[in-house]
T-cell receptor
């Protein structure tokens, strides 16, 4: 059972480039989310989805787009990369939208913007 | 504004002692509070969840308390081991908006 799989694990981009961070889960989870983790700031919620076709913004959505065309996949798109987006990005999923649901995390994508 | 605070300084303790980590929050009224463990280079791993009407929750050597009056949760690891060394994160649900908000974590170092 793979759980939550994130690709790539590492990426270096130049300012202005675009890219998509992939996230897939094989647990048939309804709820998926994206966080970024920066030193001293903890995990900050970027976007989340409560089911296929439904997405919403988190705390820090600017500069990022998401879509949820299937239950399994929840890609995160950087439209025009900026140095401030250098971070570690984590995707998470849970069984449903319940507030008592534990989150299952992937092992992250480490992104550097030059 | 809403805020979650965890001690940013690392907690350094001797093996066998009890580690106690603190999570304080302001301007929230969470119904649930969760604790996660994160190892270097890995994603967080869920440990325990406690509900607002529960004072205490235990799992093996782990114990969590939740005081909604003090707006504080304490996370205890008894008989700590070097393998318990990691960063521990608390997380709170934001009302009914399906958002889980995390603290910045506290690093625990257990010396042999």
């Amino acid at each position: 059972n793979a759980g939550v799989t994130q690709t790539p694990k590492f990426q270096v981009l130049k300012t202005g480039q675009s890219m998509t961070l992939q996230c897939a889960q094989d647990m048939n989870h309804e709820y998926m989310s994206w966080y970024r983790q920066d030193p001293g700031m903890g995990l900050r919620l970027i976007h989340y989805s409560v089911g296929a076709g439904i997405t919403d913004q988190g705390e820090v959505p600017n500069g990022y787009n998401v879509s949820r065309s299937t239950t399994e996949d929840f890609p995160l798109r950087l439209l025009s990369a900026a140095p401030s987006q250098t971070s570690v990005y984590f995707c998470a999923s849970s069984r449903d939208r319940g507030r008592d649901q534990p989150q299952h995390f992937g092992d992250g994508t480490r992104l550097s913007i030059l | 504004s809403q805020k979650i605070e965890q001690n940013s300084e690392a907690l350094n303790i001797q093996e066998g002692k009890t580690a106690t980590l603190t999570c304080n929050y302001t301007n929230y009224s969470p119904a649930y509070l969760q604790w996660y463990r994160q190892d270097p280079g890995r994603g967080p791993v869920f440990l325990l969840l406690i509900r607002e009407n529960e004072k205490e929750k235990r799992k093996e050597r782990l114990k969590v308390t939740f005081d909604t009056t003090l707006k504080q949760s304490l996370f205890h690891i008894t008989a700590s081991q070097p393998a318990d060394s990691a960063t521990y994160l608390c997380a709170l649900d934001m009302d009914s908006s399906y958002k889980l908000i995390f603290g910045s974590g506290t690093r625990l170092l257990v010396r042999p």
